[in-house]
């Protein structure tokens, strides 16, 4: 055993003796629906089991202490394993335990998914009676023309990831309501899911902020998809978290698996690596994305680097375009032209 695997066993052995302590707290377990996906005949539910947080579900601004404490109860979560789970849809219902960090993923067969509807309704339950919780699933239309994959830092809301102060500072100081959008995101998004095309998050950050990101598009007019995050914790395999580009390939890959007939578009920004990310995904993918589309938010060395990329990209058969505004109609004719 190497040394690195020794201090990640001692480390994941450490937490998890931290969590059993937290656990002897008194509490009320919940259920944290994540959107889940889908496609005929099929539909995959996600969620997490926690020990109940006061967290505020703010639509509007408030003071910064409020919002420092939401971020560390955000953070300080307490997770159930071991929890009982039941899912119910229809004439499906599957019963499933949550891992060692409170998650759960849940495939329910069933043959009466209502494909007129882009997302349906899944209830789930905890063994000890209380009442259900809803989790939503898309499942695509046939209708479909393609579906969108999409970055969330500094590609539909303003972080300042390329700066760890700066993220740090947003992600603790601010709320759903007070995080910043970027100008027309909210129409671009809207005008590419056409009520129909469907939108899936790919992003490094951690489950702790789910909550966060789905009410931060609620409150800004951003069409909702199916959002893939990751830990952010210690286990036998990973010290705080997978690497970013691993985490976002393997994210991007899966998506596409799932759904192997549908062709993609690709969203991100130039700062942390999403045109290397997304090359690598089409040169594996031949004939799969359609367009990536990269916003700058890079100084100028970096501009050449990305403009190789996109060369890279055009070689493999496909076309990135890199613009400092993401436009409804900009992004509108280019779509057209590689349909």
Known sequence: MS??????????????GFDRRRRVRAGVPVIVPYRGFGRAGEL????????????????????VWRNILNAYRRFQSDEVAGAKVRAM?????????????????????????????????VGLML????APVAAHVLVPPPDAQFGIISDIDDTIVKTGATSLREMIRTVMLSNAAMRTPFEHIADLYRALHAERNPLFYVSSGPWNLYELIHDYM?????????????????DEA??????HEEHKLAGIQAIFDYYPTLPFIL?????????????KAIQGNPGRVKLAIIRDVSADIRDRVVSAIADEVRAAGSEMIFVEELRADLVASLVSSRA
């Open 3 to 16: 040394w690195q695997e020794i201090v990640r066993s001692l480390a994941h052995r450490t937490e998890r």
């Open 44 to 63: 995959m539910v996600r969620g997490r089991v926690l020990m109940e947080r006061r967290i505020t579900r703010a639509r509007e601004a408030e003071p």
């Open 89 to 121: 849809y229809r004439d499906a219902v599957v019963e499933t335990v949550t891992d060692e960090e409170g998650h759960f993923q849940v495939r329910l067969e069933s043959t009466l998914i209502d494909h007129t509807s882009l997302w349906q309704e």
């Open 127 to 130: 063994s000890g009676g209380q």
């Open 218 to 234: 609620d409150i800004h007019g951003i069409p909702h998809g199916p959002i893939f995050l990751q830990d952010w914790g210690l």
């Open 238 to 243: 990973t010290l705080i978290t997978r690497p």
């Open 267 to 279: 969203v991100g920004d130039s700062g942390q690596h999403d045109p290397e990310i997304y090359l």
